[in-house]
């Protein structure tokens, strides 16, 4: 009888030698499931997609243009209460520095088909006019009963401290106008 054993063990011995030769062990521990570790040339050709840590969100694409923006942010919408709305009105807001943006705040179902679409934000004779719009079939449409917050967003050119009244229009699909008092942003009086 042949002694195979310990040849089977040199061969076993040698195949683990071969598998760690040729470079330097990562003792470093491996990556969270999920994340991938990028390769050094990776790291340095792509810049960081790590969120910040800031309070504010990056701007929506329509924000950097001049459009209106549906809110999404849930920390945006979780700074206004349905208590905080007026019924049957919306809640305006002053948000950005030097009154350059403006949230108008409204309750209602959370079907967006349900909600009317913002159009336009205007400065005219000391007044700030905002302008919504319905979509078609917007009667028709089937709308939940959860009530919740939902809010759309207006780059605002041309306003200064004494803007300090909003003529909403088209907020409900039976009214024309409505006006209201801006808010100011929070932090200031």
Not at 46 to 69: H, K
Not at 93 to 120: K, M, R, Y
Not at 154 to 178: C, H, K, L, N, Y
């Amino acid at each position: 009888m042949r002694r195979t054993i310990p040849l089977a063990l040199v061969a076993v011995i040698a195949l683990a030698g071969c598998a760690s030769a040729g470079g330097p062990v990562d003792s470093s521990a491996p990556p969270a499931p999920g994340s991938s570790t990028p390769t050094t040339s990776e790291s340095a050709e792509a810049p960081s997609a790590e969120p910040s840590d800031s309070a504010t969100a990056d701007p929506q694409p329509s924000e950097l243009s001049g459009e209106p923006y549906r809110i999404e942010d849930e920390a945006i919408l979780g700074t206004v209460s349905l208590d905080d709305i007026p019924q049957g009105e919306p809640l305006v807001i002053w948000s950005g520095v030097g009154n350059s943006l403006v949230h108008v705040f409204g309750a209602g179902s959370s079907s967006t088909d349900c909600q009317p679409t913002g159009e336009s934000a205007d400065v005219d004779g000391g007044m700030l006019e905002i302008d919504f719009e319905w979509e078609d079939g917007a009667a028709e449409a089937i709308c939940t009963a959860d009530m919740r917050v939902f809010g759309w967003a207006f780059p605002v050119t041309g306003a200064d401290a004494s803007v300090t009244q909003a003529t909403v229009d088209e907020w409900t699909d039976d009214a024309d106008e409505i006006t209201v008092e801006i808010q100011p942003a929070e932090g200031t009086s």
